[in-house]
């Protein structure tokens, strides 16, 4: 008996309507990358394992969905490492290539090959899927798309400025009014660390200080314990427990607590600039705020880090988020090149949209027009017709089979088809046409030539 079909767990099939709605995301999106200039380009589904290991720190790269070698490369497996329980060193000997984590490593490695030919600053969008072994979850799959867009070659906060600006477009354009803008910079977040005593341990205690909206300051401050963080340490940062008020209001708290802090005090002067500018250019529905328990990406951020959050009162993880890596293409052996970016959660978007009833009326996948078979005749007559339509800016279609009156009707129903077209052995023979309107059940007879009228 033939087992029934189903995806893949963290994979999904999109409708025709569902293809609709995604591309009105895309759309905007890359209209919104392409008027700030940035350039697209394209990056393979897979990479070579040794250009995505290593970049996103040991949890991500359990994520990493690696691919099998085949042929004569499964002899290079390690059955020693097999024997002494190393299943990592192991699994690794399996593989020589893995499905892109994301598009940022990819991203670095496309800079470094073709330094050559680019013209920096390089200002880059690219909108491919991404592939992660995680836990599927609301909003959490293991197959979805970014949308990212880069530059590099500038240290310029001006690029911070731009991506605010950018963020605010792109979801004013999809109607999603009220995300906040959640900035961090890394150096705060280092001067933080400094201050209490506990630099050597900067990743424990912001990976920690990130969950505190999900685990609460009793669950942040056991997990800073069990990292080796010193109770003494943790209580210095106290106020960041109870960081609250407005953006001049969070600074001066900052200013107090990295007050002898030379890198501290750096990233807070660059929050300065970005709020400043952001303050003198206005923004149009979306908020900018100070989170200072953000800590995305510390393996690769260097400086500004980016998170964006539904409006309120929409259950949903980040819906975006980036950040400045001062070199990261380092790592292929291009030094000193400084780059920011930001990406788009296509998927956690598609959700808050739906959920909060956001997509127009105009976004559908259904046919303008459907054209009525009664025959060969008839047929020919009516794609004659169609193509006037289409050249026109109509969607239309013939109905491919010579069936009854009714089951053709119950098709365009079921398409939620507006208008159909009927040339019967009458309107052949006068040059006319039937244009019926499924919605209101009324019907026109138009000369051929007249068509466009009856819309």
Known sequence: MAKKPSTARGTRDFSPIEVAKRNYIFNIIKTAFQSFGFQPIETPSFEK??????????????LIFKILNSGDKVKKADLKALEEGNL??????????????????????????????????FKRYQIQPVWRADRPANGRFREFFQCDADVVGS????????????????????????????????????????????????????????????IGEDGVKNEML???????????VQPL?????????????????????????????DLEFVFEAIHVLGLETATLDLDITLA???????????????????????????????????????????????????????????????????VSDKVDVLCVNFGEKEALASLKLIKVLREAGKSAELFPDNKNMKKQMNYANKRNIPYVIIIGGNELENNTCVVKNMKAGTQLEVPFDEVLTAF
Not at 49 to 62: A, N, Q
Not at 97 to 114: E, I, M, N, S, W
């Open 155 to 214: 240290k310029s906060l001006w690029q911070e400025v731009e991506f605010v600006q950018l963020y605010d477009k792109v979801f004013s354009n999809l109607g999603l009014n009220g995300v906040t803008i959640k900035i961090n910079n890394r150096k705060i977040l280092s001067g933080i660390a400094e201050v209490i005593g506990a630099k050597d341990k900067l990743i424990d205690f912001t990976v920690a200080l990130d969950k505190l909206d999900k």
């Open 226 to 236: 069990a990292k080796g963080i010193s109770a003494e340490a943790i209580e210095k």
């Open 296 to 362: 995305r990406g510390l393996n690769y951020y260097t400086g500004a880090i980016f998170e964006v959050a539904a409006p309120e009162g929409v259950k949903m993880g980040s819906i975006g988020g980036g950040g400045r890596y001062d070199d990261l293409t380092g790592i292929f052996g291009l030094k000193d090149v400084s780059g920011v970016g930001i990406s788009f959660g296509l998927d956690r978007i598609y959700l808050v949209l739906e959920e909060l009833d956001l997509f127009p009326e105009t």
């Open 49 to 62: 394992l040794e250009t995505l290991t290593g970049k996103y720190g040991e949890e991500g790269d359990k």
């Open 88 to 121: 990592a060193r192991f699994s690794n000997s399996l593989s020589e290539k893995a499905l892109r984590y994301d598009l940022t490593v990819p991203f670095a490695r496309y800079v470094v090959q073709h330094q050559n030919n680019i013209t920096f600053p």
């Open 241 to 269: 427990f109870g960081f609250s008020g407005n953006l001049d209001e969070k600074l001066e708290q900052l200013k107090g607590l990295l007050a002898n802090s030379v890198e501290g005090m750096e990233g807070i002067s």
